[in-house]
C-alpha cells in the first residue's frame, strides 16, 4: 500500500536554530500534503496545507514566516521551523494525498521535536 | 463548542467485552466521517471510513445520524491489541472552499486481561 516516510522521527535542538522535517510518498504522486502539529492529550492540528509547485495555505494562528513549507516536487514536502523555541515542542505529523485520492489516509510516523 | 465533540474516556474494559464510542460534530455540512486509530507517540491509522448505511468490518461496526450529527464505533469481543486512542474526524469545506480534516481529541481505551 502506499507509504509516506518522515523523517527525522525524533530531534533535539537548541533554542534559536533551526529544524527541517521531510515527509516523502514513496510510492505514489502526492498533489497535497498536510502538516499537523500535535500537542500532549491533545487533538491533530492541522497546521498548513500545500500543493505542489505552489505556495502553502496556513491555517490561521501559524505563522509562515516561522514554519516554512516547501512542496517542490510530487513526492517530498518539508517543514521547517524557524528560530525553534521551548513552545514549538511537539509532535509534527504530515499526511499525504495523491491525484485521486478521497482522503488524507497515509500519514508518515511523526516527527517528535524537542527545543531545548 | 468544540466542532467534533468524542466521549472523554478513558475506558477500562476486559477482554470480551463490547465497547462503544460516540462522537458528534457541528458542522451541518460535513461530508465525510472516519474513525482512526493513533497508538502512544505513534501517527495515526485509518480504522475506517463511516458511511450513512453504517458499515461493519470484522469486529468493528461504525454508524452515522446525519439528522443527529453524531457518529459512533463499537468494538465487540476486544482485544488487548485494541488498546489505542480512537480519533473520530469529520472532513468538511472550510472558508476557503477547502476539503479539511477536523479531528477530534480522542478517547483512550485500555482492555485489560
Known sequence: GAVVSQHPSRVICKSGTSV???????DFQATTMFWYRQFPKKSLMLMATSNEGSKATYEQGVEKDKFLINHASLTLS???????????SSFYICSAR??????????????????? | RKEVEQDPGPFNVPEGATVAFNCTYSNSASQSF???RQDCRKEPKLLMSVYSSGNEDGRFTAQLNRASQYISLLIRDSKLSDSATY???????????????????????????
Open chain 2, 34 to 36: 472516519f474513525w482512526y
Open chain 1, 98 to 116: 495523491d491525484q485521486g485520492g478521497v482522503t488524507e489516509a497515509f500519514f508518515g510516523q511523526g516527527t517528535r521535536l524537542t527545543v531545548v
Open chain 1, 78 to 88: 518539508t517543514l521547517t521551523v524557524t528560530s525553534a523555541h521551548p513552545e514549538d
Open chain 1, 20 to 26: 527541517k522535517i521531510e515527509c516523502r510518498s514513496l
Open chain 2, 87 to 113: 480519533l473520530c474526524v469529520v472532513r468538511a469545506l472550510n472558508a476557503g472552499n477547502n476539503r479539511k480534516l477536523i479531528w477530534g481529541l480522542g478517547t483512550s481505551l485500555a482492555v485489560n486481561p
